[in-house]
Structure formats: C-alpha cells, structure tokens
C-alpha cells in the first residue's frame, strides 16, 4: 500500500531528518486492511533510526505526538484502530519542543 509519511516539530530528526516518505507498506498474508496500530509497528521497524521511545510508547505514538491521517485528526478517526487505504497522507506532528 502506497502511503505518503510526513514528519514534523522534530521527529524528522529520528529519521534521518528527512521530513517526507513516500512508503510501500506490504500487508500480512491474510490480512486485508492496514490500520494505524500495523502502520506504527511498521514505522518503528522501518524508518524510525534511533531513539524509538522519543515517537512510540507502547503501541501508539507517545502522547505529545499529534497524528493526522488526510488532514483529519486520528482522535476522530479511531486511533490505532483507524483503517488506511492506497495513496493516504499520515502526518507526526511533535507538539513538544524546546522553546
């Protein structure tokens, strides 16, 4: 699935600082839907380079990390249940930084 990954406030700095993916992300065999729980389990193995606690904390994002999926925030959305489809923007946002 084709997926478009943009990181800001930061985060980017935990993948290289780059800001925008553009990613493939393979289902699992039998699996028909990606939902944003596989999505982050996938970014944590995939792109996330160091630090992997500055972005996750259990299986969803740390809190402080604003998720947005086409622009609509993923609290609306269903969270780590929120289902995704082919050519979707997911975009981290860290609202905690330095000032």
Known sequence: MQL??????GLELLCNSVKIHNV???LKNGVEKLTMKDLLAWVRTNLIK????MFMKGDSV?????VLVNDCDWELSGQLDTTLE??????????LHGG
């Open 24 to 26: 493939n992300v393979q």
């Open 4 to 9: 478009t990954l943009e990181f800001g406030g």
């Open 86 to 95: 082919e050519k979707d923007v997911v975009v981290f946002i860290s609202t």
């Open 50 to 53: 160091e630090r992997p606690e």
């Open 62 to 66: 740390r809190p402080g990390v604003l």
